[in-house]
Structure formats: structure tokens, C-alpha cells
């Protein structure tokens, strides 16, 4: 998938804007609690285990503080908590929803 277009930070918000002229506007929080990274998401292990991935869901007051582009694949994001290790790929953002 092709990176977006736009890719800003905005107060509490990331917005996005595609190719096709879809626009995202995610809030920090829910990025952060859908982070795809081992610490939040877990590891699976050669055996199916999974390991890690029980810290807290829900992370309130939480903002992006920077992003880093991932090649041309992915962006990471570098969260006011410390978190920075999630790699949000394009096809994974693009799939993500606010709830309504």
C-alpha cells in the first residue's frame, strides 16, 4: 500500500489523508491502545505461546509527541508515555476506526 498524502499531528489527533482522498483522524489514545508492538500486543514464540501483551488497555491523556517514517512501508509513532517500539504499517493504519 502506498504511504498517505498528509500525515500530520494535531492536538490529540493524527490526521491522515490517502491517495484515494479517504481522510482518518485517529486520536492518540486509540493509537496507543492499538499499538502493534510486542509490549502491548505480546510475542509469539516458535511453539505458539504468546508472551507479554497483559499491560493496561486503555492509556487516557496519552498524546503523540513525534513520528518516525518506516522506510516507505510504515510510520512509528513516539508516544507522551515512552512508547515508541509500535510499527504502524500503511495497510494497518489505513484499517483502523474510530468507534462511533
Known amino acids: ?8 499531528i494535531i492536538g490529540d489527533f493524527v490526521a491522515l489523508t490517502w491517495e484515494d482522498g479517504h481522510e482518518q483522524c485517529l486520536r492518540a489514545e486509540l493509537l ?8 502491548n500486543m ?10 507479554g501483551g497483559d499491560g493496561p488497555r486503555r492509556f487516557p491523556g496519552v498524546t503523540v509527541t513525534g513520528m518516525n517514517r518506516v522506510g516507505n ?3 512509528c509513532f513516539e508516544f507522551s508515555d515512552g ?10 493504519l489505513r484499517a483502523i476506526d474510530e468507534p462511533k
Open 73 to 75: 512501508y510504515a510510520v
Open 42 to 51: 505480546g510475542e509469539v514464540d516458535i511453539l505458539g505461546q504468546r508472551w
Open 83 to 92: 512508547h515508541r517500539t509500535g510499527i504502524y504499517s500503511w495497510d494497518y
Open 32 to 39: 496507543r491502545e492499538l499499538s502493534p508492538s510486542a509490549e
Open 1 to 8: 500500500m502506498r504511504p498517505p498524502c498528509d500525515l500530520q
